[in-house]
């Protein structure tokens, strides 16, 4: 997996950026063969969400990477770390979860804007994710991103089912961050740039921890969305404390302020 220098600067600028034909074919059908035992065998943490009866559902899971070797594998043999640490310019990758995306045909349900960094206990401006489409996904079901909002302010995190803040648990603001509702009006009403590509199997879209994003429910009749996100730190993450429960629940043995580093959260490329 390679990147050229021109699309570092271009993730570093905008916040997302497509890969094309990155992830080879093998890769491609191993991650296809791992959703699929996720979606026979889902863990606790997984949803199903769906907007009224008889319509195809919004399934999400994650962490399940140390009970699927197809994930494992990719994790930590495809290149896919040094492909995350290049886009961060980082010298190294820690992997931190992965996280299987299906809308099944006929999903109205869609993905609200959030950006994914606040739902997560970790600070530092290393953090990248990258999602991977097993299947085609036309431009009218695919990701859509506020293009330069990586580099904003911090937002509420917003429930998937109800679209609303996750609630308040703590007084402890994190040393008094200030964070804002999601501009939800503002960003549908056309007031910012959008950026988004249709996708084939071995594209990739890349995009920072802080970027707002979301995404249309799935109108296809036949063909299913199935996607594989990985989320990967760099140099300067630390783990974070937040005034709601994080989401995955896990600490490993971290305590706030250590880097963002941890059996459960393995160094992949690079060293620390």
Known sequence: ????????????????????????????????AGIQ????????????????EGQGAYFNDYCNWQKIPEFREFVFESGVGKLAADLMKSSYSV????????????????????????????DGWNMISIWIPVDPVPLHSTLKFVKGSHKWDWFYPRK?????????????????????DVPVQEIDSGKFEILSWGCQPGDAVAFHGKMLHGAPGNSS???????????????????ASRPWKVSPPFLGSLKPGDVFHDDIFPLVYGNI
């Open 221 to 239: 009749e036949t063909d299913h969305r199935r996607v594989l996100s990985v989320r990967w730190t760099g140099e300067g993450t630390v783990l």
């Open 37 to 52: 035992k996720n979606l026979d065998d889902p863990s606790k943490y997984s949803e199903r969400l769906v907007l009224q």
């Open 95 to 122: 992997f931190y979860h992965e996280h299987v995306l299906n809308k099944e045909p006929g999903t109205t349900k869609s993905t609200p804007w959030h950006h994914d960094q606040s739902y997560y206990p970790i």
């Open 160 to 180: 998937f089912a109800s679209e609303t803040n996750y609630p308040l648990e703590t007084v402890n603001n994190n040393f008094n961050r200030v964070y804002r």
């Open 1 to 32: 997996m390679q990147v050229t220098t021109e699309d570092v600067e271009r993730f570093q600028e905008d916040g997302a950026i497509l890969l094309e034909d990155v992830v080879s074919d093998l890769w491609i059908e191993k991650i296809r």
